[in-house]
């Protein structure tokens, strides 16, 4: 049963109404004990993805690291004078991912069934499995490797497609935008999963003859994550290449439709 560490950040977030104040300001309803959610900016860009528990009345958010300071800095903003503390307990709270294995530790990932569970614990476990691989086997986009902060769009990210956004819920920060790109337009860039024949980076263009259907987030072996323009791969009249190999890319992940 592999188990890996992952590279992220926790807060404590308590005080009286602090759930509704959270509810209020993120794209998910805080309605299971793992959520998935983001924090958008009125423009309804991500300033960071995270997964939060319920502890008791408290809440405890895990992010990528590299999201820590502005994702920080944003919660405490939007705090004014509300009776709500936000703590950093990254020092005593690892967050782990297991699958390919039986087991109730923490929770099943509410992005994709075949993810696993995750686990927050103040132990170290031995963990050396190969999660980059075994999202990206998946489809799955992650943004501790594939994308930055103030840069992506939700669907862009596929959190639409992997419980990352209640759209029945109330207003949150950028819903306005994310609301209208459902309703009244077709989405025209998703990241997508890519099986490699050959050596690939960071930047590498995805091409369908003379044109350019996308760019390489990640790479990892054989596997990687890319943004497609979905309406030149649909177009493409030839089979898609990165550096005149050829490169399989995935279909949506879990069998949606885009």
């Not at 509810?23 to 309605?31: E, H, V």
């Not at 959520?35 to 990528?64: N, R, S």
């Not at 991912?97 to 476990?125: K, Q």
């Not at 259907?213 to 649909?234: F, K, P, Q, T």
Request: net charge negative; with cysteine; hydrophobic share 40%.
């Amino acid at each position: 049963m592999p188990i890996a560490l992952l590279d992220r950040s926790v807060f404590r977030l308590s005080g009286e109404g602090v759930t509704e104040w959270l509810d209020g300001l993120i794209t998910n309803s805080l309605k299971a004990p793992l959520t998935f959610t983001a924090l958008l900016t009125p423009q309804g860009k991500i300033i960071a993805d995270f997964f939060v528990t319920k502890e008791g009345d408290d809440l405890l958010i895990d992010t990528p690291t590299k999201f820590t300071a502005d994702l920080f800095k944003r919660l405490r903003m939007y705090k004014l004078r509300a009776p709500i503390e936000i703590t950093d307990i990254t020092e005593t709270h690892n967050v782990y991912a297991i699958w390919d294995g039986e087991g109730d530790e923490g929770h099943a990932d509410p992005r994709h069934s075949s993810l696993g569970r995750r686990l927050m614990s103040s132990a170290f476990l031995d963990a050396d499995g190969d999660y980059d691989a075994h999202r990206l086997s998946l489809g799955v986009a992650d943004s501790a490797l594939d994308f930055e902060t103030l840069t992506t769009f939700p669907a862009d990210a596929n959190m639409d497609l992997m419980n990352g956004v209640d759209f029945k819920k109330g207003c949150f920060v950028g819903q306005e935008v994310v609301s209208r790109m459902k309703r009244m337009t077709t989405v025209k860039k998703r990241m997508r999963g890519l099986i490699l024949q050959s050596e690939t980076k960071t930047g590498d263009k995805i091409m369908a003859g003379e044109r350019v259907i996308g760019d390489v987030y990640h790479a990892h072996e054989n596997l990687a994550m890319g943004l497609i323009r979905l309406d030149r791969l649909s177009a493409a009249d030839v089979n898609p290449t990165i550096n005149d190999i050829p490169v399989t890319i995935m279909d949506s992940i879990d069998g949606h439709k885009t």
